[in-house]
């Protein structure tokens, strides 16, 4: 039995947590807000999960020094925290176990992975990336669900698989850490781009166009930080986004069909919403790289230049014709 901290207690935290739960690992999980920590603990239920009763063996803290005997550190919580948090830890304690990161996005700040992040963090934690097609309502109910689980350690990647893996959560294993995590940040921009084609009503052939065509936005960014190709061709690349783009689960999918609808942004989720701050860094980073996105570009011009969406509609669509690639 191993110890697992997780940082984050909101649908996803406590979806993984459930699965190790499973699995026979003692789960203690840390929310920042003492009081939402001790509701946990006495009604057992959170909204973002619906009904879904959570095991009794799951503990819930709020202060960052009960995760520090952990075996594992599991990361959970919003991607914009990230700096702040593991700044936090490494003033309790300079760890050295294993911290996956299971959320998915690019700090803006900085405009940096988050395992950018953890090396200067906290050094002596070996980084992994939990990421793929999977939502936490499905993994909390034991539905089946492959994701990615990518490190540089074939020994590590080993053990904490089989501390996640169960008959219906299967890791697949990648040594590709830029790619994994720039396939699951970017994502959620294009289903941003989906969401709106949506709510326009622009058809099915236009959602299955922006897929295709943000897949090979999406590797063309990650090509450039460094990533392999192939990477993109897998659970965290297209699987992650054939997922997310075209389902209304989705915050990202459900964000960009009200501004689809609306004709205009208005976002009453941004903290959980990790496209709109993804799609700010992306768009940064690309002009840095010299890099074309126009599905991205077009995001970013409603969100942050409120750029009309038809106008952004017309732009795209009437690009000079080239050669289809990836």
């Known amino acids: 039995m191993s110890k697992i901290g997780i940082l984050g207690a909101g649908a996803w935290g406590i979806a993984l947590g459930m699965n190790a739960n499973k699995n026979g690992h003692d789960i203690c999980i840390w929310h920042y807000d003492k009081d939402k920590a001790s509701l946990l603990n006495k009604n057992r239920k959170t909204s973002s999960l619906k009904e879904i009763n959570i095991p009794k063996e799951i503990n819930f803290v709020s202060n960052l020094r009960e995760l520090i005997g952990s075996d594992i550190l599991i990361y959970a919580s919003p991607t914009q925290s990230f700096d702040g948090i593991t700044r936090e830890i490494k003033e309790i304690n300079n760890l050295k176990i294993p911290l996956v990161i299971a959320s998915k996005g690019i700090d803006t700040k900085n405009n940096l992975l988050l395992e950018q992040i953890n090396k200067i963090n906290l050094p002596n934690c070996p980084t992994l990336i939990l990421s793929g097609p999977g939502f936490a309502i499905d993994i909390a109910n034991n539905l089946p669900t492959a994701l990615t689980l990518a490190g540089k350690s074939n020994e590590l990647l080993e053990r904490v ?166």
Not at 275 to 296: D, F, R, W
């Open 161 to 326: 698989g089989h501390i996640m893996a169960n008959n219906n959560f299967r890791p697949y294993y990648n040594s590709d850490l830029i790619g994994v995590q720039v396939g699951g940040a970017l994502k959620n921009i294009i289903a941003i781009a989906t969401g709106v084609a949506m709510g326009k009503k622009l058809g099915d052939g236009a959602v299955a166009s922006l897929v295709s065509r943000g897949i090979n936005e999406i590797i063309t960014f990650g090509v450039a930080l460094g990533a392999n190709k192939d990477t993109f061709l897998g659970l965290s690349g297209l699987g992650d986004l054939v997922l997310t783009a075209t389902n209304m689960k989705s915050r990202n999918t459900q964000l960009g069909f009200q501004i689809g609808s609306s004709n205009q942004f208005e976002n009453k989720v941004e903290n959980l919403t990790e496209g709109i701050y993804t799609t700010k860094a992306v768009y940064h980073m690309a002009k840095e790289l010299n890099l074309s996105l126009p599905i991205i570009e077009g995001v970013y011009n409603i969100i942050y230049n409120r750029h009309s969406v038809n106008d952004v509609i017309n732009l795209l669509l009437n690009r000079p014709l080239k050669k289809e690639s990836l």
